[in-house]
């Protein structure tokens, strides 16, 4: 399995923007479907954002959907989360995730996990 190691959370302002990184351990990290969960307090972990091996699919949970942007840099083994016009709402610890055994994006059931990054917006 793929290690995963996240970054980029911090404590921010409604409406303003981080960007969330996860690396990748190991080879052929373009095997991989990558996505992000998020879990906030009291709260059970929800699909964020999932993109394809190559990066020509993505998909993105509704209630973010032109806020939130995932992307990946096969190059770097690398995938992003661009957040933007953040909320108090979108408070939570933000996990990477990866699955190689499905081609498709799923929102559940994935092999590797970070360790979270905390993202913390105030009002």
């Known amino acids: 399995q793929v290690q995963l190691v996240e970054s980029g959370g911090g404590a921010v302002q409604a409406g303003d923007s981080l960007r969330l990184s996860c690396v990748a351990s190991g080879r052929a990290f373009n095997s991989y479907v990558m996505a992000w969960f998020r879990q906030a307090p009291g709260k059970e972990r929800e699909f964020v954002a999932g993109?394809?091996?190559?990066?020509?699919?993505?998909t993105t949970k509704d209630s973010v959907k032109g806020r939130f942007t995932i992307s990946r840099d096969n190059t770097k083994n690398t995938v992003y989360l661009q957040m933007n016009s953040l909320k108090p709402e979108d408070t939570a610890v933000y996990y990477c995730?990866?699955?190689?055994?499905?081609?498709?994006?799923?929102?559940?059931?994935?092999?590797?996990w970070g360790q979270g990054t905390q993202v913390t917006v105030s009002s």
């Open positions: 993109i394809s091996r190559s990066g020509d699919s993505t």
């Open positions: 995730a990866a699955d190689r055994r499905y081609s498709y994006i799923r929102q559940f059931a994935y092999e590797s």
